[in-house]
C-alpha cells in the first residue's frame, strides 16, 4: 500500500457504524483519539451516552427515546453536540451527521466533527492537538469532499470497504474486499486500470465510477450490482453501494463504498428464474393442467389448460368447480378427505381415473400430487397436476401398446414374471445379458432365465431372489453375484442387481420384477461417488468409533464415581477433558457423515486435517497409525469434510489389506515439493504439498493395479467398489493427483499431491474467559430436567437472573407475561427438539411475532457449522452446543447480549 493511499485512510472525521439500535459496531482511530479512549471501548456503547445532553432521565426508555430523536435530526444533515470524553475533561463542541448504510449490516454511518467557537478554544484545541491536525482544518462538517466517506472504515471492520482516488487513479482496498476475491491482503489491484480489468465485460455499466449526469450540488450515493473477477478465474457477484464525491467542476473525484458477496443469492434468483420459466413454458401449453390448492389460506390457483379442462372460462375457477369434473365418488367424499386418504404415508402420491367433461365425455387422466401436512397430518397444501391421455387407453398409467417400447429404451434390465414365477417378458437390455430371446423365455421359470453364481466361489445361488423377496428389509442394489447366461460361450458376467415383487388389487402377489445391470456400464458423477461412498464407510467406522466412545465414558463414569464415592476431586479435570474429546469426536463423525453442505474451500494446517482423519479412521483398532507433519509443511485450500473422508478411505483400506492387524502399521507423511513441468502429469509446475499414506499390508496385484480407481470395482466380499473411485474425485475436484506404488506382500504407498495454499491458515482469535457481569434476566427451555437443573445452577453461578421451562409453549407464555410489563428476557436459549411440545425453532419463530428484538440463542447437541449458520440466518444471535461447561455458557450469553 502506497504511503499516500495509506494516510487516505487515517482523516480527522471521526466514523462510526451503527446498528438500528444506536449501539456502535465499529470506529476508527480519530474517534478514539476524540473521545480520548482506544477506538475498542467505543464498541458496544450506545451512542447517545457519548453525549453531554442538558435533559436527563432514568425512566425506562429514555436512551431509546434519544437516540430516535437523534436520527430525526441528524439524518442526513449535519447537527451541533457536545462530546463527552471518557477523561475527565470539559465537554466540547462537535458537529454529527448521520447517513443511512446501504446493503451493509450497519444501519448507520455516524460522522464527527470538532467545531471550533470562541467560547471554547481550550478544548478545540486539546482535542485538535490530541487527533494529531490543526483545529481549523476541520472547524465544520463542511470539510473537504476527499475526507468525506463511508470507507474511511476500509482498515477497521470485516466489510469489503475501497476507497478510489479518480485524480491519482489509486484504488485502495480492505483486507475484506481482498480477501472477497481471493488475494492474500496486500496483493489486490491497486490501480484503476487494473480493477475496472477485473469487472466483467458484461457488467461495465454498473461501475460505481460510472457517471450519466452529475448533481447540480453535493455528492450522490450509489448502488449496484456487478461481477469481479476472482483470482481463480471464476466470477464473484457483488453489491456495491456508498458514495460518489464530486469537485467544484461537477467532475467526480472520488468513490467510497464497500462491497458484499451475493453471488449466492444470484445464483439462487437466476435458478428462481429458470424454474418460473419452465413452470409457464408448462402450464401455459400442451395439455398439462397444473394446480396449487392451499387449504389454509383458501387461496388456489389452476392453470389455464386446468381451467379449460373445467370448461369455466368465464368464470374463475374453484375447488367446487374442480370437484364437478373429479368421479363422483370423489366429490361425495370430499376434495380434502380424498387427497389425504391416498397412500397416507406418503408425501406424492400418483392415480389414474377418468373426469367427467362438461360434454358429458369419460376423459382418462393421471393426477399425481404432492401434499404438505401440518403436525396432526392434517393436509395444508396440494400442488400437482392432471395428464389427459391419449383415447383408448383405458385410464391406465401407461397404455400396454406402449409398455414394450418404453421398457425397450431403458439402459437397465427388466425381468417380469407372472404370480408364479414364470417368465412373462423381459427387455432387448437382458435379452442380451441373458442370451435368452423373449420367445424363448417365455414360461420358463426365472432361475432358468436370471440364473446366479457367487462371484467370490462360482457356486449357483438360485435361492438369492427368494432371499431377497422374503427379506423385511427395503430393496437395494446387490453386487454380490454373476450371471450365467445360455450363450454358454460366455464366461459369467458381474451383475449388479434388485428385486421387488409386485402387488395385484387385493394385496397379494401378482409377480415379480428384476432389474439388473452390467457394473462396467453404470456411471454416477463424482457428487454421487462421493455421496454413496460416505454412507459406505459409516458401518465401517461405526465399531471403532463405539470402542473409542466407550474408553472416553469410562474415563468420565470413573472421575465422577471418585470423586462421589470418595471425595477426591482430582479425577473430575480428566473426566472434563473427556467430555470435550468425546464433543470433538462427534463433530469429526458429523462433518465426515454430511459432509460440507456449503462447499467452501478454506485454508487449513495439513498436520491438523491428517490427525482429524486419523481420529474417527483408526478409532478402535489395534494398529499403529502415525502422523508425520512438521510444522515447516505448507496449509493447503481445501473442503475440510471432503479431505477428511480422503484420508479416512485410504486408511481404511490400508486397516483392511492387513493380514493381520494387530501387527499392522500405517504411516502418512506429509512435506513441501517443488514440481517441474511433467513431473506429476498433468499437474502443472508450481509447489505442492506431498502426503504419502502406506501400508505394511498384503499389497496389491499388477493385475489389479489399473482398476482399483474405478467406480464399483472391487476384490471384496462386502465392498462396493467406490472408496478410491471416491478418494480419485475428490483429489482431482482440488487440482490436485494421486498415484499408487504397491508390492505384493510387502505393502502399498499412496501419494497423494495437493497445491499449497496462497495464504496462511487464518488464525482463530482465542475467546476471552467468560466472567460473571449478571446484568440480564434469561429464559432457558429444555425438556431434560437434568440438563434444566444443570443449566440453572451455571445461570446462578453467572449472577443471571433466570427462569426454566421444559416446552416452547411455556416459554411463550413466561416471555408473554415479563413483556406485558414492560421487561422482557435479555436472552432466551432454546432447545430445539422437545419431546411432546413445541421446539425451539417454532418457538422462536412465535417469539419474534410477539417481540422482534427478542435474542434467541440456539441449543442443540449437533456440533455443525453449516446447522450454526443456519440458524443464525434465521435471526438466532447465538448457537450453543452441547455438552457445555459454564464458561461456555458465559461466553456465549456474553457475546449474545453485546457484552464481550
Not at 373426469?355 to 369419460?362: A, C, E, K, N, V
Not at 462427534?586 to 481420529?615: E, M, N, P, Y
Not at 474467559?769 to 432457558?780: D, Q, V, Y
Amino acid at each position: 500500500m502506497n504511503p499516500s493511499a495509506s494516510n487516505s485512510l487515517f482523516p480527522d472525521t471521526a466514523l462510526l457504524v451503527l446498528d438500528a439500535t444506536g449501539t456502535v459496531r465499529a470506529a476508527n482511530d480519530a474517534a478514539g483519539r476524540i473521545w480520548q479512549t482506544p477506538c475498542e471501548d467505543l464498541i458496544g456503547q450506545l451512542v447517545v451516552t457519548l453525549f453531554a445532553f442538558e435533559v436527563t432521565s432514568s425512566e425506562p426508555g429514555w436512551r431509546e427515546s434519544q437516540w430516535e430523536v437523534l436520527v430525526a435530526t441528524a439524518l442526513g444533515r449535519p447537527l451541533k453536540l457536545q462530546v463527552q470524553p471518557f477523561e475527565p475533561v470539559s465537554a466540547f463542541d462537535v458537529r454529527i451527521e448521520l447517513q443511512a448504510a446501504h446493503g451493509t449490516d450497519a444501519a448507520y454511518f455516524a460522522r464527527i466533527q470538532l467545531v471550533t467557537t470562541d467560547a471554547t478554544p481550550s478544548a478545540s484545541a486539546a482535542v485538535s492537538a490530541s487527533v494529531g491536525s490543526p483545529a481549523a482544518n476541520v472547524t465544520t462538517a463542511a470539510s473537504s469532499p476527499a475526507v468525506e466517506g463511508t470507507t474511511l472504515l476500509a482498515t477497521q471492520g470485516p466489510l469489503g470497504f475501497f476507497d478510489l482516488d479518480l485524480a491519482t487513479g489509486v484504488i485502495t482496498p480492505s483486507p475484506a474486499w481482498e480477501k472477497m476475491l481471493g488475494y492474500a491482503p496486500g496483493q489486490a489491484p491497486r490501480t484503476h486500470e487494473s480493477w475496472a480489468a477485473l469487472i466483467h465485460p458484461d457488467d461495465t455499466a454498473a461501475l460505481p465510477d460510472r457517471v450519466a449526469k452529475p448533481p447540480a450540488t453535493g455528492n450522490r450515493d450509489f448502488s449496484a450490482e456487478f461481477r469481479l473477477r476472482h483470482r481463480l478465474g471464476h466470477y464473484v457477484w457483488v453489491h456495491s453501494s456508498g458514495l460518489q464525491l464530486f469537485g467544484p467542476d461537477r467532475s467526480l473525484q472520488r468513490v467510497l463504498g464497500v462491497n458484499f458477496d451475493i453471488t449466492e443469492r444470484k445464483e439462487s434468483e437466476e435458478l428462481g428464474v429458470a424454474s418460473e420459466d419452465r413452470l409457464e413454458r408448462i402450464a401455459e401449453s400442451g395439455p398439462l393442467a397444473l394446480f396449487d390448492l392451499d387449504f389454509t389460506s383458501s387461496e388456489h390457483w389452476f392453470s389455464s389448460a386446468l381451467t379449460s379442462l373445467i370448461g369455466e372460462d368465464d368464470v374463475e375457477p374453484s375447488v367446487h368447480s374442480l370437484l364437478k369434473i373429479l368421479p363422483e365418488s370423489v366429490a361425495e367424499q370430499g376434495l380434502v378427505a380424498w387427497l389425504s386418504s391416498i397412500d397416507p404415508g406418503t408425501a406424492f402420491f400418483t392415480s389414474s381415473l377418468s373426469l367427467r367433461s362438461p360434454d358429458g365425455r369419460q376423459i382418462p387422466v393421471i393426477i399425481g400430487t404432492h401434499r404438505q401436512w401440518s403436525r396432526k397430518r392434517e393436509l395444508l397444501r396440494a400442488v400437482g397436476f392432471i395428464l389427459p391421455l391419449p383415447p383408448g387407453t383405458g385410464g391406465g398409467l401407461v397404455p400396454p401398446t406402449l409398455l414394450p417400447g418404453l421398457l425397450d429404451t431403458l439402459n437397465e434390465a427388466v425381468v417380469v414374471t407372472d404370480a408364479h414365477a414364470q417368465v412373462i417378458y423381459l427387455n432387448e437390455k437382458a435379452a442380451k445379458l441373458t442370451g435368452w430371446t423373449l420367445p424363448e423365455a417365455r414360461n420358463l421359470k426365472l432361475t432358468e432365465v436370471f440364473k446366479l453364481v457367487r462371484r467370490n466361489d462360482g457356486c449357483p445361488d438360485d435361492t438369492a431372489v427368494d432371499l431377497v423377496l422374503a427379506a423385511e428389509e427395503q430393496p437395494r442394489l446387490y453386487a454380490e453375484h454373476s450371471l450365467v447366461s445360455n450363450n454358454h460361450d460366455k464366461p459369467a458376467l458381474p451383475v449388479i442387481w434388485t428385486t421387488r415383487q409386485l402387488r395385484a388389487e387385493d394385496d397379494g402377489s401378482s409377480g415379480i420384477v428384476v432389474v439388473f445391470r452390467d457394473p462396467q456400464e453404470m456411471t454416477l458423477t463424482p457428487e454421487e461417488i462421493i455421496r454413496a461412498n460416505r454412507f459406505d464407510s459409516l458401518g465401517q467406522l461405526a465399531g471403532g468409533i463405539a470402542h473409542d466412545f466407550n474408553n472416553l465414558l469410562t474415563t468420565i463414569l470413573g472421575g465422577i464415581s471418585t470423586a462421589k464415592d470418595n471425595r477426591d476431586y482430582t479425577k473430575l479435570e480428566d473426566a472434563e477433558s473427556a467430555c470435550m474429546a468425546a464433543k470433538s469426536l462427534t463433530r469429526q463423525l458429523l462433518t465426515f457423515a454430511k459432509g460440507s453442505a456449503s462447499a467452501v474451500q478454506q485454508v487449513i494446517d495439513t498436520g491438523d486435517i491428517l490427525q482429524d482423519a486419523v481420529r474417527i479412521a483408526a478409532a478402535g483398532t489395534t494398529a499403529v497409525v502415525t502422523v508425520t507433519a512438521p510444522e515447516t509443511v505448507a496449509p493447503i485450500q481445501v473442503d475440510r469434510g471432503q479431505i477428511i473422508q480422503v484420508f479416512q478411505n485410504l486408511i481404511i483400506n490400508a486397516l483392511q489389506a492387513m493380514p493381520d492387524v494387530s501387527k499392522g502399521r500405517v504411516q502418512l507423511r506429509a512435506t513441501n515439493v517443488r514440481l517441474a513441468e511433467n513431473d506429476v502429469p498433468p499437474l502443472p509446475a508450481g509447489n505442492y504439498v506431498q502426503i504419502e499414506v502406506q501400508d505394511n499390508g498384503s499389497g496389491i496385484p499388477p493385475g489389479h493395479i489399473e482398476k482399483i480407481f474405478e467406480p464399483f470395482y472391487t476384490t471384496k466380499k462386502t465392498g462396493t467398489g467406490l472408496g478410491l473411485a471416491t478418494v480419485l474425485s475428490i483429489v482431482r475436484q482440488h487440482g490436485g493427483q494421486i498415484g499408487v506404488d504397491s508390492t505384493v506382500g510387502t505393502g502399498t504407498t499412496f501419494t497423494l499431491f495437493f497445491p499449497t495454499a496462497d495464504r496462511p491458515v487464518e488464525e482463530e482469535v482465542r475467546t476471552a474467559p467468560a466472567l460473571r457481569f449478571g446484568t440480564g434476566r434469561i429464559l432457558f427451555l429444555d425438556d431434560d430436567v437434568k440438563i434444566c437443573e444443570l443449566t440453572a445452577g451455571m445461570l446462578t453461578s453467572l449472577d443471571y437472573t433466570h427462569d426454566v421451562v421444559r416446552t416452547g409453549e411455556d416459554a411463550i407464555t413466561f416471555y408473554r407475561r415479563y413483556l406485558n410489563v414492560g421487561r422482557p428476557y435479555d436472552a432466551v436459549i432454546l432447545d430445539l427438539n422437545v419431546v411432546g411440545g413445541m421446539g425451539g425453532e417454532e418457538c422462536f419463530k412465535q417469539l419474534r411475532d410477539l417481540h422482534p428484538e427478542v435474542r434467541a440463542i440456539v441449543n442443540s447437541g449437533y456440533d455443525s457449522e453449516d446447522m450454526a449458520r443456519r440458524y443464525l440466518d434465521m435471526g438466532f444471535v447465538g448457537y450453543l452446543t452441547k455438552p457445555y461447561r459454564v464458561g461456555d455458557l458465559g461466553r456465549v450469553l456474553k457475546a449474545a447480549l453485546g457484552k464481550s
